[in-house]
């Protein structure tokens, strides 16, 4: 069973930066891609990023390229989301998630399987 737990979340004023994990159980991400979503009040869960398993390609959403980096660390099953440059409209939910298969097949949450509890993030300006 695969199971997701993120951490990391909080709040930070405009411009500063937050370090997000998600602990990976139950799937080797070595092997898996791996993705970060968010998701604002009132509004549909959106992607962000997402890192290959073998190749450690990445993706972003054209909101964060640039001031977001996702990597992982295969030896402790943990994968991350650095996010610097913050703004007041990254404030949300972020999610860590699993795709149904092993491949990175795009942005869609229909895609993903598996999916962490959450962690709360706050930009204030």
Do not use: H
């Amino acid at each position: 069973q695969v199971q997701l737990a993120e951490s990391g979340g909080g709040l930070v004023q405009a411009g500063g930066s937050l370090r997000l994990s998600c602990a990976v159980s139950g799937r080797s991400i070595s092997t898996s891609a791996m993705g970060w979503f968010r998701q604002a009040p009132g509004k549909e869960r959106e992607f962000v990023a997402a890192i290959t398993g073998l190749s450690d390609g990445t993706y972003y959403s054209a909101t964060v390229k640039g001031r977001f980096t996702i990597s992982k660390d295969n030896a402790r099953n943990i994968v991350y989301l650095e996010m610097n440059s913050l703004m007041p409209e990254d404030t949300a939910v972020y999610f860590c998630a699993a795709p149904s298969t092993y491949s990175y097949t795009g942005p869609s949450a229909v895609r993903y399987a598996y999916w962490g509890p959450g962690t709360q993030v706050t930009v204030s300006s």
